[in-house]
């Protein structure tokens, strides 16, 4: 049914400006702006990690993932099970943990879903994430619907991240090595093995390709990053609660990515950063007389997902790639 | 657990069950025919659920406020089929998923805008509100058997619809080869339509009906819309036969799981999903 996008893979020279550009904002940052906003920029690329993870999937594989804040959120709950009450965790044991964790679940979970296709995948993502979600939303163990507190960042040694700064920076390095990562992932044969998936799977199993375990290894790799996130998410805000595995989530990273372009794990950053931008806006708008515009953000953010599902299916880098030009979108050739 | 209670909760379970077939129903025929994915479909068994709250206040009937509220929801979803599904029927499911969870924020603040953010109980019927007395203390509402009795007609009607009737001819022969279809001088906007307002229709009398029991508060939708999901992954996309049976099947398993096993109650429909996935991946009854 739903047919084969051709996406842009390799970044035109203006968008490869408008990232370099706007990796040097995001180091200057903690120089010019205010705490408040350092710890929004913190989030923002926390959630940057996770939409890569999930653009993997979505845009290189062509996988949409409803589930995907299923793995985020398992991260984050691993480390604040195992980080005491009254001393930090060493990073270096509890990062594996909480990564393998995540990763774990996805095999898993991955081993059942990746077997079916198309709109199957995303209701049954969509499902096993809901299940997870209940696990712990049902279990006082598990800290149920409230959550669990954690009173310590992980202990790194001479990183220092209980200080602010430190763990914007450790944050930063994390996006660009993730970045790096996976823009190497997706011209690896691997990740080429992925794209031909995305564009014809029939074609790639006639070829001799393994679909199902290149897809298992996608989605377990995609379910250990967003666990990265997750475990990051979690001591960057010193609590966790059923509500970041939650469907609204998931659809929140798939909009990200879709936001920014999809494919290029570039688009997915951008997403990331614009869409929060957004909600900050879209929660604060100034009162209209009575009308409190800020509490109906959601009416502005669902208004804003359908306009651009209709007027800008690219994304944002779609949009910059078509105005300023740009030859280098490559023309995919197979897809049917 | 003796015959009474079990019968009780046999019977909650059916009613459980039924009412999932409504909404699973539509969200599958809207599937196996349009090729659309619609995350909104929760959100118009919210909206059956709010209409009839307010209705039934307005008009100070539940029945003139079922088919009024009927009526509106209707219109509403032939509304919106027509100036934004429409243009989404060839478009990538991705873009579908999108567009239906911006609508379900969009509805959710309607819903806020209009009728507030408070949780509401409406009344049963007084001609319903009898209960019929098991043994000394224990009984079954009346209301719940006329759930199941709305659903069981609504079902039957459905069968018929599609599998008696010269539209019902058009409808499966456009679910399986629309080009075709076209050619022989079928109008299948229409079918489209036709298709789009039964599943809205039936997701809000869905609505209607459950409120009295469920009472009405903001994100009813979400939920049901989960179990639905699960619903139509078991019984088979497009197959109205199987989204009966996994209905039924997940009422059962649903409620006797919340007395049998409480503490993995929210668990068990979803291992259910997945032993079915692992045995028949696209389904007990794929068509």
Redesign the interface.
């Known amino acids: ?3 084969p ?1 051709i996406h842009l893979e390799t970044l035109p020279r203006s968008i490869q400006l408008v990232m370099t550009l706007g990796f040097l904002a995001l180091a200057a940052f903690p120089f010019v702006g205010s705490d408040f906003y350092s710890a929004m920029v913190v989030r923002m690329m926390i959630l940057a990690i996770f939409a890569m993870s999930l653009d993997l999937l ?1 845009g290189v594989t062509g996988l ?1 993932s ?1 589930g995907h804040a299923a793995y985020f959120g398992l991260a984050g709950y691993v480390l604040a099970f195992i980080t005491p009450q009254n001393e930090a965790i060493s990073l270096y044991t509890s990062l594996p943990l909480a990564v393998g964790g995540a990763a774990l679940a996805a095999l898993v979970i991955g081993f ?2 990746v ?2 296709h ?3 995948f ?3 993502t ?3 994430a ?2 997870v979600f ?2 712990f ?3 006082k163990a598990l800290g149920g619907s409230d959550g669990l507190f954690l009173n310590f960042r992980p202990d790194a040694g001479v990183i220092d991240l209980e200080n602010k700064q430190v763990f914007y920076y450790f944050t930063l390095g994390c996006l660009l090595a993730v970045y790096g990562f996976l823009r190497r992932l997706l011209w690896s044969p691997f990740g080429r093995a992925l794209s031909g998936i995305r564009v014809n799977e029939h074609r790639m199993r006639a070829l001799g390709f393994n679909t199902f375990s290149h897809k298992l290894a996608a989605f377990t790799l995609a379910g250990a990053l967003a666990g990265l996130a997750g475990y990051l998410w979690a001591a960057q805000s010193g609590f966790v609660n059923p509500e970041l595995m939650g ?1 609204h989530m998931s ?1 929140h990273a ?2 990200m990515v ?1 936001l920014g372009g999809m494919g290029n794990f570039a688009g997915a950053i951008v997403g990331a950063l614009s869409f929060e931008y957004l909600l900050h806006i879209f929660k604060d708008l100034p009162d209209v007389g009575e009308f409190k515009t800020g509490k ?1 953000w ?2 502005w ?6 306009a ?3 007027f800008a ?1 690219k994304g944002i880098l779609g949009v910059i790639s078509r105005t300023f030009g740009g030859s280098a979108e490559r023309k995919e050739s197979g897809h049917e | 657990m003796d015959f009474v209670n079990f019968l009780i909760q046999l019977l909650n379970s059916v009613q459980y069950g039924l009412l999932l077939f409504m909404l699973a129903a539509g969200l599958t025929l809207i ?1 196996g025919i349009m ?1 659309v ?1 619609n995350l909104a479909h929760g959100s118009f068994y919210m909206l059956g659920a709010y209409l009839a709250w307010s209705l039934a206040a307005q008009l100070g009937s539940f029945t003139l406020a079922i088919v009024v509220g009927t009526a509106l929801s209707v219109g509403f979803g032939l509304l919106l089929e027509r100036l ?1 599904f429409r ?1 989404f029927y060839q478009r ?4 579908q ?3 239906t ?10 819903r ?2 209009v009728w507030g953010d408070d949780v509401h109980g409406l009344p049963v019927p007084d001609l319903l509100a009898a209960s019929i007395p098991l043994t000394d203390n224990l009984s079954y509402p009346v209301y719940r058997l006329f759930m199941s009795g709305v659903c069981l007609v609504l079902a039957l009607g459905l069968y018929l619809l599609i599998s008696k009737t010269r539209l019902g001819m058009k409808i499966r022969a456009g679910a399986f080869n629309r080009e075709m279809t076209e050619s022989l001088g079928i109008n299948i906007r229409l079918i489209h339509s036709v298709v789009f307002a039964l599943g809205i229709g039936l997701a809000s009398i869905a609505g209607m009906i459950a409120a009295p029991v469920s009472s009405v508060y903001p994100n009813m939708g ?1 939920q049901v819309l ?1 179990m639905c ?2 619903v ?2 078991i019984g088979g ?1 497009g197959s109205v036969r199987g989204a009966l049976i996994a209905a039924l099947l997940v009422g059962l398993v649903d409620t006797f799981g919340k007395v049998l096993l409480p ?1 993995a ?3 068990l429909v ?2 259910l ?2 032993a079915v ?2 045995y028949k ?3 007990l009854f794929k068509q």
Do not use: K, W
Request: glycine content about 6%.
């Open positions: 049914m739903s047919t996008q979505q949409v409803l059942l879903v077997r079916t198309g709109i199957y995303i209701m049954v969509m499902a096993f809901q299940m209940f696990i939303f049902d279990n469907f659809a798939i909009m879709i109906h959601q009416m953010m669902g208004l804003f997902i359908v651009l599902i209709i299916p | 599937f090729g994915v934004l243009y990538d499911h991705l873009d998923v999108l567009l969870f911006g609508l379900i924020y969009v509805f959710e603040e309607l806020s805008m979400s989960i999901f699960v139509v992954v996309i503490q109650s929210g668990m979803y291992v999903m997945a996935l692992l991946p696209e389904g």
